[in-house]
Nanobody
Framework: QVQLVESGGGLVQPGGSLKLSCVGS????????MTWYRQAPGKQREMVGS????????NYADSVQGRFTIVRDNDRNTVTLQMNSLKPEDTATYFC?????????WGQGTQVTVSS
């Protein structure tokens, strides 16, 4: 079965950095676009960015463009989200997701809190 496991969240001060990781299993990781999402309390889940299967092209939400970077390692079935210049409004639970044969899958999420 498809499994996604995120890690790397935590508490960071404004302006700081964090790197989140997501390991996928149960599907042909190298064949699928991987997406990072986030959901803040009381808000809808939003897409942060995604990366093409080979990892050559990544797209980002306007709110994180220039601060966040997505890379993937298909040999390790891992996609990472490097977050720099973090702001309090980046506080959310972050999820990685994949759509496999028309079904959306997400991990359990990892909490990121940006606060002084």
């Amino acid at each position: 079965q498809v499994q996604l496991v995120e890690s790397g969240g935590g508490l960071v001060q404004p302006g700081g950095s964090l790197k989140l990781s997501c390991v996928g299993s149960g599907f042909a990781f190298h064949s699928y676009r991987m997406t990072w999402y986030r959901q803040a309390p009381g808000k809808q889940r939003e897409m942060v960015g995604s990366i093409s299967p080979p990892g050559r092209v990544a797209n980002y939400a306007d709110s994180v463009q220039g601060r966040f970077t997505i890379v993937r390692d298909n040999d390790r079935n891992t996609v990472t989200l490097q977050m720099n210049s973090l702001k309090p409004e980046d506080t959310a639970t972050y999820f990685c997701g994949v759509s496999v044969l028309g079904t959306e899958y997400w991990g359990q999420g990892t909490q990121v809190t940006v606060s002084s």
